[in-house]
């Protein structure tokens, strides 16, 4: 079964900075990958996917993500944050012709001013 | 245009009582997934739903039954609460195809089980 795994649990970063979360999932076969971000008190918003194509996905709020194969890696990177990033992060996997998909356990990204 | 939408947003259990939770979805999606939320371990799908009158048991189902008589509608059912299902619960949808749609979620509804 396909696993997803978030490096780190919480990342604190000034305003303006850059910022690198870290993703990594196991999987021997083609996959689609994603990032989700969760505010407080509400439901998971898609930020990017990966389905083929070029390695670096754009997103929303400035946001991308390169998906590295031979890594099995999908980091994601803004090159400079907003206090309204503060937001807790999802990456995700499914397999086609895969019926569901699987979560990390999620960054806490805090934004400091 | 809701969306998906959870009902209701909050609730508190004792143990041993039962409840059912409702997700109503207007995007006409195929389908349809429950999950818990715990802090430190992400989403884990409970159950899910490919189609109307279909569903199947997904990471974490003990302790949860599931119906989709109609298409726009999941329950998710408690019957005999118990402390270790105080969690978060999320329901989300997807049109149908290879796994490449993203999901919509909706906001969660917070339980205790006391």
């Known amino acids: 079964a396909q696993s997803v795994t978030q490096l780190d649990s919480q990342v604190p970063v000034f305003e303006e900075a850059p910022v690198e979360l870290r993703c990594n999932y196991s999987s021997s076969v083609s996959v689609y990958l994603f990032w989700y971000v969760q505010y407080p008190n509400q439901g998971l918003q898609l930020l990017l996917k990966?389905?083929?194509?070029?390695?670096l996905v754009k997103g929303i709020n400035g946001f991308e993500a390169e998906f590295n194969k031979s890594q099995t890696s999908f980091h994601l990177r803004k090159p400079s944050v907003h206090i309204s990033d503060t937001a807790e992060y999802f990456c995700?996997?499914?397999?086609?012709?895969?019926?569901?998909?699987?979560f990390g356990a999620g960054t806490r990204l805090t934004v400091k001013p | 245009n809701a969306g998906v939408t959870q009902t209701p947003k909050f609730r508190v259990l004792k143990t041993g009582q039962s409840m059912t939770l409702l997700c109503a979805q207007d995007m006409n999606h195929e389908y349809m997934y429950w999950y818990r939320q715990d802090p430190g371990m992400g989403l884990r799908l409970i159950h899910y739903?490919?189609?109307?009158?279909?569903?199947a048991k997904g990471e974490v189902p003990d302790g949860y039954n599931v119906s989709r008589l109609k298409k726009q509608n999941f329950l998710l059912g408690l019957e005999s609460a118990a402390p270790s299902q105080t969690s978060v619960y999320f329901c989300?949808?997807?049109?149908?195809?290879?796994?490449?749609?993203?999901?919509?979620f909706g906001d969660g509804t917070r339980l205790s089980i006391l």
């Open positions: 995700a996997v499914s397999d086609p012709p895969g019926n569901d998909m699987r």
């Open positions: 990966y389905l083929s194509g070029s390695t």
């Open positions: 989300a949808t997807r049109p149908s195809g290879a796994g490449n749609q993203p999901q919509h």
């Open positions: 739903s490919v189609g109307e009158g279909t569903t």
